[in-house]
């Protein structure tokens, strides 16, 4: 049950510290430097060139995470919303491996564009929550993220677990296709082990709930953010959007200026996240919002350029710059859930949507 709480989906924002050290659990030597994925030898990935993510909604927003990891890793990979696989899938032979990400492991998009890899060949892989699902019995191969069952409608500690599983396969792939690891990881995995501690801090010193308040009555709700913080905002505008019902969109902040911020007024809060991958760029940005009346909220560590500059600032805590955009996602998901809960929405049964979408 739910047990103190009203929501399942503040109890599953809450549990994140103990979902993440699930998952990394006996996955990580910081002492060694070693990642260990049991059915994934090092090695086991030297036969691939290139890697596709398939899957839908939150799910795609952690592989477009991941993905982007592996571009910076030096790895060629691609995140593909799975629903638009069967009418446009790039190429794939036995060096590509697909990797289906699905909390539920029964998506049916996912599930399609699964199959179709498999029947032309590739590698694959599935990462998900459920042991026994379908994803799970027909991929290649199964990553479990071992983040305990989710009963809230709209995706929380699966997606932050999501993206963790994902920045350590990553890594491996990363590692075998270079035949070294990267630099990063001496900074990587003590900031993965003592992530759980630090969600949990960040819990307890969330002034989310006053933003949403504070924020309530606006027209529309913009998140925007670069490199790894660009998954995030869509994170971001999705669970506002699902939740609330209000409207809310997220785009990489470099594109804000493409089009969308037309529709920046005074009533339109741009949330603003910053990652330390060319913060000085998404600050200019969120500055070029502000001078056309936007409130900004930076999300950002304490003493940030963008606290100064911003309205208000949602904090997250220094760290790697592969894991900050979970922090900052992180403050997200509590913005939604207020912002959700001071309008008396029915937080974990949103209208028109269901857990799980098992038809096409
Ligand atoms: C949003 C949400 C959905 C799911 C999507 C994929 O909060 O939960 O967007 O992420 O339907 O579901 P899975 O991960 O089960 O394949």
Redesign the pocket.
């Known amino acids: 049950g739910k047990g103190e709480y009203d929501h399942f989906m503040l109890k599953e924002i809450t549990e994140q510290p103990t979902a993440l050290a699930q998952a990394i659990e006996g996955r990580i030597d910081a002492t060694s430097g070693r990642i260990g994925l049991s059915a994934f030898e090092p090695g086991s990935f030297e036969a691939i060139d290139s890697v596709q993510f398939v899957?839908?909604?939150?799910?795609y927003h952690a592989a477009l995470y991941g993905s982007l990891a592996l571009n910076q890793a030096g790895v060629q990979a691609t995140a593909l919303l799975a629903n638009e696989y069967s009418v446009a899938a790039p190429p794939v032979d036995e060096t590509t491996l697909v990797i289906a990400?699905?909390?539920?492991?029964?998506?049916a998009d996912?599930l399609n564009a699964l199959r179709q890899a498999t029947a032309e060949g590739a590698r694959t892989l599935t990462v998900t929550n459920v042991v026994g699902s379908t994803a799970a019995r027909e991929a290649d191969d199964a990553l479990f993220i071992r983040a305990g069952p989710e009963i809230g409608?709209?995706?929380t500690k699966?997606f932050s677990s999501q993206a963790v599983i994902l920045t350590l396969l990553g890594q491996r792939i990363a590692t075998d296709l270079r035949g070294e690891p990267s630099a990063d990881l001496e900074s990587l995995l003590p900031a993965l082990e003592s992530m759980p501690s630090r969600i949990h801090e960040l819990l307890e010193h969330s002034n989310a709930e006053a933003i949403a308040e504070q924020y309530r009555d606006s027209q529309s709700y913009f998140f925007i953010g670069r490199g790894l913080g660009y998954p995030v905002a869509l994170e971001g505008a999705?669970?506002f959007k699902?939740i609330t019902y209000e409207h809310a969109e997220g785009f990489a902040a470099g594109e804000l200026k493409h089009g969308p911020l037309a529709l920046v007024t005074p009533e339109t809060p741009v949330f603003a996240i910053f990652t330390g991958q060319e913060d000085e760029k998404t600050l200019k940005n969120a500055e070029e919002a502000r001078t056309r009346g936007a409130p900004v909220i930076a999300v950002c560590p304490d003493g940030h350029p963008a606290v100064e500059a911003a309205d208000e600032h949602l904090a997250i805590p220094e760290t790697d710059s592969d894991l900050a955009g979970l922090f900052a996602n992180v403050q997200l998901q509590l913005l939604s859930y207020h912002a959700a809960d001071l309008l008396d929405r029915p937080i974990d049964k949103p209208r028109n949507l269901a857990?799980?979408?098992t038809v096409e």
């Open positions: 899957a839908c909604g939150t799910s990400v699905t909390q539920s492991g029964e998506t996912t409608v709209a995706a699966t999705l669970k699902e857990k799980s979408v």
